[in-house]
């Protein structure tokens, strides 16, 4: 689900999925031509759009993660390509959403309920989180013999250093918003909800400020780079 709203010159996207609220190839497929036709529909005016939220329709939940059981049927089938593929679009995204898109805008992550696995770290990837107060954050995939390997370990290394990351991810351990926002992940906290409302403001205070804002996060991506073939 896809809003633009030019008072604010925000496009607003919304997961929703009609089963389970993980990142199956559909929803990356969706992902994907999200960023593509976004960047190509503000191709002739890119200073119209200043902000672009994801959040998620999906009760209690932003997003659970990997797609496990296609994880298991591709290893059941020693279908190491359908894996690979799988892999390869999800870090295409990861790069687009953190350089934003290429695009002169404020990339915002809009958590009403838990991110987990390869949810969180799509979040990771934003210039801002806001989070609501019930919403959980943790990187559970040590837990079965997997890790989280689509940018978590890149992202986290940059915004709290190596050791905190690796602390993270090797526990398993899943986070209260208000533990996310103590260590700077989530920007600001919204009441139970209260999110879009929330960040419906923040983009109003901070509307005036977008060009330094950008310039600031632009600054940050330069100084610690991540590029594809890391990820």
Known sequence: EV????ELSTLWAWITPFDR?????????D??????ETKKVFAQQPDALRYMVLGSRFPGVFNLGGDLEMFALCIQNQDRE???????LCVDIVDRVWNCNDMPVVNIGLAQGDALGGGFEALMCFDVIIAE???RFGLPEVLFGLFPGMGAYSILA???GHGAAERMILSGKVYSAQEMHEMGIVTALADPGQGEAVARDYITANSDRHAGHYGVYRAGRRVNPIDLAEL
Do not use: V
């Open 133 to 135: 107060r019930q919403a």
């Open 3 to 6: 809003r633009w709203e030019p």
């Open 82 to 88: 359908s894996l690979r593929q799988y892999a390869h």
């Open 31 to 36: 992902t994907m031509a999200w960023q593509m």
């Open 158 to 160: 940059r915004k709290l």
């Open 21 to 29: 609220p993980n990142y199956n190839m559909g929803l990356l497929r």
